[in-house]
């Protein structure tokens, strides 16, 4: 179900008067998801400006003392848990292909084998194909594997491009390219977003049991996908939208939360409130 903003309860309000919000969590744990830019600090205009501030940062770790806390991000998990600078936080980098938590270190994604035997037959093929064109590099990552390209000769390059559509060929609709500056990142050909990565989460942390309520908290049309999943867990999760008074375009938007915060301060005393 999808309202206007304008529509949407305020989220301090109910909790503080133990409304809706107060009785839905009534008797259960909550599991708080958090999105960072625009949720945890204000949004920049360089993402490495986006910095957490100290009260901010005090609200999530008394929180994640009292229940579990975890910050999804589209960010690098690393970069994130670096931001963050707590250790008693779940972190879900990548839109939740990489996971990292307190008690599992890091956790597999679902398509766990699969993926990662796919992700390392990309990289040994890549390295394999590519030993004889000079100035190449081949970088795994957490979800992906790159190959590089930029040192690489004129007439060297095309034989990268070559190896790369060889291997997307070899496994039909297993895989897809995005091309960047001097560079091929090959990813597994999956449909995920954060909706998706909340529920996975969920199970992946034994989290999707009665006496857990999911809240998520998001600024962004990425985090739509959060709120909408959360109408399917049991008992339903709670979307939280974070608005930007300042945005002209929230005027019209929709969205699929229950309840709406103001601004990134609203965030830490609705957290702050939480923990208590
Ligand atoms: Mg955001």
Redesign the pocket.
């Known amino acids: 179900m999808s309202r206007s903003i304008g529509e949407l309860p305020h989220a301090l309000d109910t909790l503080e008067t133990g409304g809706e919000l107060q009785q839905r969590l009534e008797g259960r744990h909550p599991a708080v998801f958090l999105?960072?830019?625009?949720?945890l600090t204000h949004i920049v205009d360089r993402p490495e400006d986006a910095l957490i501030s100290e009260e901010m940062r005090e609200a999530v770790r008394s929180l994640a003392e009292r229940c579990s806390v975890c910050v999804v991000s589209g960010r690098d998990r690393r970069v994130v848990q670096e931001l963050m600078g707590l250790d008693n936080l779940i972190v879900a980098g990548s839109h939740g292909f990489d996971i990292w938590s307190p008690e599992g270190g890091e956790i597999q994604h679902e398509q766990g084998t699969s993926f990662g035997d796919l992700l390392g037959e990309v990289e040994d093929r890549l390295r394999e194909g590519s030993t004889a064109v000079e100035g190449s590099l081949v970088e795994p990552k957490s979800a992906s594997v790159a190959i590089h390209y930029r040192l690489a000769s004129e007439e060297e390059r095309p034989k990268i491009k070559e190896l790369v559509d060889g291997l997307l060929e070899e496994h039909p609709g297993e895989l897809k390219v995005t091309p960047g500056k001097m560079v091929y990142e090959v990813q597994p050909n999956i449909d995920w977003d954060k909706g998706r990565a909340v529920l996975y989460l969920l199970r992946a942390l034994e989290l999707d049991r009665d006496d857990v309520v999911p809240l998520y908290l998001?600024?962004?049309v990425?985090?739509e996908h959060a709120f909408g999943a959360l109408s399917e867990t049991s008992p339903p999760g709670i979307g939280v939208f974070v608005s930007d008074a300042e945005d002209p375009e929230n005027a019209t938007r929709t969205t699929a939360a229950d309840y709406l915060l103001r601004s990134v301060e609203e965030v830490e005393r609705f957290l702050d409130r939480l923990a208590r």
């Not at 999105?35 to 949720?39: C, V």
């Open positions: 999105d960072y830019d625009g949720t998001g600024d962004d990425t985090d």
